[in-house]
């Protein structure tokens, strides 16, 4: 099973105030047990993090910065679950377009373009939950890759379905042919088998089973 919803969001959110910048900027700027870090060289230190490797614009990790002072008034403490809440409501109102070419990077990688539609129309549900300062659980997954589980290209699908359902000690022979079944005999859509949504969760074992009882399945 493959975690598309949280990545772009981890990448974007973490790096820019919601994990804990205090512990990244001062490991990267204490020299001194007996001299800590100033404010320039905490905030210099978050910047370096937060922009490295390109993903994350020098403007929006700034937006980030900003927010952490603003709700604790400095880098080198952890935030606690409110004022992460109130971080990333900063941050999600300051980096607007730029977290949904980042979603939409990470969620269609280059060579998975047919994974475009699916990722537009699960970005509102995920940015809404992370604008309003809660976490992508399982629960707004599932609830995703349900409705837009039509537009999850099939190929792709059978792929998470098989890792997943040989993960828990099933043959790949049996994974395939369970696959094949509930695609002809559910109305489970390929967002569904691809994650093993709650929903549909007896057909998925059912269809497994018999699968395994099938010859060369043994």
Do not use: W
């Amino acid at each position: 099973m493959r975690n598309l919803l949280l990545a772009p969001f981890a990448l974007a959110l973490v790096a820019c105030g919601g994990g804990k910048p205090a512990a990244t900027a001062t490991s990267s700027t204490s020299s001194s047990k007996e001299k800590p870090p100033t404010a320039e060289e905490l905030k210099t230190a978050f910047m370096a993090e937060c922009t490295k490797g390109g993903d994350v614009s020098t403007s929006s990790c700034l937006c980030g910065y900003d927010a952490i002072i603003a709700v604790k008034g400095r880098l080198d403490a952890d935030l606690d679950s409110n004022e992460k809440a109130a971080v990333h409501k900063k941050v999600t109102a300051c980096m607007a377009g730029e977290l949904e070419e980042i979603y939409m990077k990470s969620c269609a990688k280059p060579g998975e373009e047919a994974m475009g539609p699916f990722c537009k129309c699960t970005y509102p549900g995920v940015a809404t939950r992370m604008a309003d300062g809660g976490a992508v659980d399982v629960p707004l997954r599932n609830s995703l890759y349900v409705s837009c589980g039509t537009l999850y290209p099939e190929l792709r699908a059978k792929t998470d379905f098989v890792e997943t359902c040989m993960k828990e000690g099933s043959k790949e022979e049996t994974c395939t042919c369970a696959f094949k079944a509930l695609k002809a005999k559910t109305k489970l859509s390929n967002g569904a088998l691809s994650t093993y949504a709650d929903e549909g969760k007896k057909d998925i074992q059912a269809s497994i089973a018999t699968c395994a009882k099938k010859p060369g399945s043994k």
